[in-house]
């Protein structure tokens, strides 16, 4: 007989559990405790399973044989109701996870920002903690807001190329390597711990252009020299920026490392400036020529009690900006497709090789060198001696040009 509501209204419980049956394989499960659940007794597979369709009286029994029909339905088309039920709650309380995960401003679980974050941090014993930094923020800034919500496993070729496809409309075409470099390591990472199997950002590869390398402008012809320093010998801005401006050709140092040059770093009696290169994480080693000393003399009474040798103008304890020599040559009329500040290395570099000075001491002194940290090491005062007379001959051999001198540089005496 099947089942009726007055039926289940007066079916009390015993002590032990009972079934009322009804249609179809459902019945009403009278527990001891009073309860009453519908259930559905079923077979998928050659395996029996029963499936729960409710508790009366919150499901009606209309309701529970609704809910049969359905499942009988999903059996005969070949879909097991129970897997059904259990995919539902699992993506229920998935849902539930991901919203709290995100009011408590977490990534969500197994989503590329999670696996990112996790090989940034996995990784961070391998690079410095700025570098680390520039790439979080590179992430931040151009990948998270596209696909750092998206399951890692999922995302597709089209999705990262559509991250990308933004800085290469921009022609950030460098950012645009880097970029899908670090996509591509966060992959590797999540292929390597289970959270796929294969790296979407492969084939985004050969959709970015190549880069074209520009080369900064730079003076390299001896009379043109000259005339760029008796310029700069006579440029009207700050005191500090003076200094500045002179002592840029003289070290051929990276313009930022010169703008951040610490006190610290400076023994005027040794003649040495010793700094730790950021960009190539080694120690370097300047020597100071007589008039590289000269300047920092002359300027060590006005901002030797701070840290940096070339303050900001605005007093708040910064070094001078990164746009300050540029303008300065764009004041005197060079603009930048005619001398950079970073031009001074390859105008160091050029006339130096022209004169016959050693290219491995001309490297040295460039600080361009070799990453691995024990070669670093034994190489930062590798030819110092050499460098020594060399940064020497070569703020003399600038004097001479300041001078209107008709120079004709001589090949480099052994010795």
Same mark, same amino acid.
């Given at each position: ?153 999922? /995302?597709? +070729? ?32 999540? /292929? ?41 010998? +006579? ?53 100071? +020529?007589?008039?590289?000393? +000269? /300047? ?120």
């Amino acid at each position: 007989m099947s089942l009726s509501d007055t039926a289940i209204r007066n079916a009390k419980p015993t002590e032990k559990p009972y079934k009322m049956p009804d249609e179809k394989g459902m019945y009403l499960f009278i527990h001891p405790n009073g309860g009453k659940y519908f259930r559905l007794d079923y077979r998928f597979d050659g395996k029996r399973k029963t499936l729960a369709l409710g508790v009366y009286p919150e499901i009606s029994l209309k309701q529970a044989r609704d809910k049969r029909d359905e499942a009988k339905k999903q059996i005969t088309d070949g879909i097991d109701p129970g897997e059904i039920r259990k995919q539902g709650k699992a993506e229920k309380a998935a849902a539930i996870d991901r919203q709290n995960r995100l009011d408590a401003g977490l990534p969500v679980l197994n989503s590329f920002e999670h696996v990112a974050r996790d090989w940034l941090e996995s990784a961070a014993h391998t690079v410095r903690e700025l570098t680390r930094q520039k790439k979080i923020r590179h992430f931040e800034r151009h990948v998270f807001p596209g696909i750092g919500a998206m399951d890692v496993a999922e /995302i597709k +070729s089209p999705d990262i190329y559509g991250v990308i496809k933004p800085l290469i409309a921009k022609n950030q075409l460098e950012t645009a390597h880097r970029v899908h470099s670090e996509i591509s390591s966060v992959y590797s990472y999540a /292929i390597a711990h289970g959270f796929t199997n294969y790296d979407p950002a492969q084939a985004v590869a050969a959709q970015i252009p190549a880069q074209k390398v520009k080369h900064r402008a730079a003076l390299t012809d001896p009379k043109e020299i000259g005339q760029l320093l008796r310029d700069i010998y +006579s440029y009207q801005g700050t005191f500090v920026v003076q200094c500045a401006f002179r002592l840029s050709p003289l070290l051929f140092q990276r313009p930022g490392e010169i703008r951040q040059m610490e006190w610290d770093d400076i023994d005027l009696e040794a003649r040495e400036w010793r700094y730790f290169v950021t960009k190539t994480e080694v120690l370097h080693i300047v020597p100071l +020529s007589k008039q590289a000393v +000269s /300047i920092l003399e002359e300027i060590k009474p006005l901002t030797g009690s701070g840290r940096y040798v070339f303050p900001s103008s605005r007093g708040d304890g910064r070094p001078m900006s990164d746009n300050t020599i540029r303008t300065a040559l764009k004041t005197l009329g060079y603009d930048s497709d005619v001398m950079t500040a970073h031009g001074f290395r390859t105008t160091a570099s050029t006339l130096l090789n022209e004169q016959g000075w050693s290219p491995d001491a001309i490297e040295r002194q460039l600080c361009h060198m070799p990453r691995d940290a024990v070669r670093a090491a034994y190489n930062r005062a590798q030819y110092l001696e050499e460098r020594r007379k060399m940064m020497q001959a070569w703020s003399d051999y600038l004097d001479s040009l300041k001078a209107g001198a008709d120079v004709i540089p001589l090949m480099r005496k052994n010795g």
